[in-house]
């Protein structure tokens, strides 16, 4: 029904929103709407429901609520009126017939009779009077004339080439470097079913304890832990994370957890824009750190030896931050659960892997740090 046809569409006027056709025609305008008090429906007014009695016998209340509720239907009974005269493109026709009380003032032809009249063109056109919204056809036939004996001077825009379309934000993931990411420890086995078990606890005790007053840190990990398999030293080797000289402020209390991140990076391509989710995150009066977590993958003993989809994540985050925070050191570490144990990455690290990107994505990165 919402497809221009060869078709003559019947339809309510409801029906009709949001459609089109080249002519309209309202057959049945001269009507209004009346209060279907006549069948018992009830009055529903701020100080309650009210029986419609009739208005010989009403109070006082009820023909204030029937009132109110007949102002109501026909400001209702305008809205349509808007929706059905903006249907149609080219013509509107509007219809109806005069019954023996006559016509309705609020009826949809006596409101569009009355809009012609104030604000048309009143025309004779031989017997009949005629109220022309616009240019009479008469007005429009000199209108084209004495412009076409008058010279033309267009302005400049007219003939300079339409600017370039501004190409949609590019996002740019880890995974589109086609890197694939290192294969999680499987849980199966007694040895792997413990070792996955214990990944699990550091990384609760990771997300849990950054909330808790440092002092007290190690009481509840080790509340948390108890009765488990070496409880002692998961608490310990988690504690000794949460209280690395350089990145215990990412634990800090006021640190912030899975923190949404957009950021423009036009040197690493046209478009390009990072948007990713950082594990913990932490912004002190001279840095930036970013910490995330690596759950149940085998840590590599040395960053050299880092998987390069976690040097491309840390890079784009570092990249994204430091715009955000342009005057700050960006610190970045990854926290392996399987230990625990966190592992810096060094700046010389993730700025080769910054330039690596941008020339797989078309920008450039200059060996001395600018960007363009």
């Known amino acids: 029904m919402e497809r221009g046809r060869d078709d003559v569409r019947v339809m309510t006027v409801h029906g009709a929103k949001g459609l089109e056709a080249d002519i309209v025609i309202l057959p049945d305008t001269t009507g209004v709407p009346s209060l279907a008090t006549d069948r018992g429906n009830l009055l529903y007014t701020d100080d309650g429901v009210l029986y419609p009695l009739s208005d010989k016998e009403a109070p006082e209340a009820v023909l204030a609520a029937k009132d109110t509720a007949r102002q109501r239907m026909l400001e209702e009974h305008r809205r349509l009126l808007y929706v059905a005269l903006t249907r149609a493109r080219d013509r509107l026709y509007i219809c109806g017939f005069e019954g023996k009380t006559g016509l309705k003032s609020e009826s949809w032809y006596a409101l569009a009779q009355s809009a012609a009249e104030a604000v048309g063109v009143r025309v004779e056109r031989g017997d009949e009077t005629i109220h022309v919204l616009g240019d009479t056809i008469e007005d429009a036939t000199d209108a084209v004339e004495s412009v076409a004996a008058q010279p033309v001077s267009l302005p400049s825009w007219t003939t300079a080439a339409a600017p370039a379309e501004i190409a949609a934000p590019r996002l740019i993931r880890p995974s589109d470097t086609g890197d694939e990411e290192p294969a999680a420890l499987p849980p199966q086995g007694a040895k792997s079913a413990q070792r ?132 700050r050191r960006i610190d970045c570490a990854l926290v392996w659960t399987e230990g625990p144990s966190l592992m810096p990455l060094s700046e010389d690290l993730l700025e080769a892997e910054l330039r690596r990107i941008a020339a797989v994505q078309g920008g450039r990165i200059d060996v001395g740090g600018s960007r363009s």
Request: aromatic share 6%; charged share 30%.
């Open 196 to 327: 996955f078990r214990r990944g699990l606890l550091v990384h609760a005790l990771l997300a849990r304890l950054p909330q808790v007053e440092p002092k007290r840190r190690q009481a509840v990990a080790r509340k948390f832990l108890k009765g488990k398999a070496d409880a002692d030293s998961i608490a310990d080797e988690t504690l000794r994370v949460l209280d690395d000289p350089v990145f215990a402020p990412a634990f800090a209390p006021g640190s912030r957890a899975e923190v949404g991140i957009v950021a423009d990076l036009p040197e690493l391509g046209p478009g390009a824009r990072v948007n990713g989710r950082i594990d913990r995150l932490a912004v002190t009066e001279n840095a930036v750190l970013i910490v995330d977590f690596k759950t149940n993958r085998p840590p590599p003993a040395r960053e050299a030896d880092l998987a390069r989809i976690y040097r491309t994540q840390m890079a784009l985050y570092r990249a994204a931050l430091a715009r955000i925070f342009p005057r």
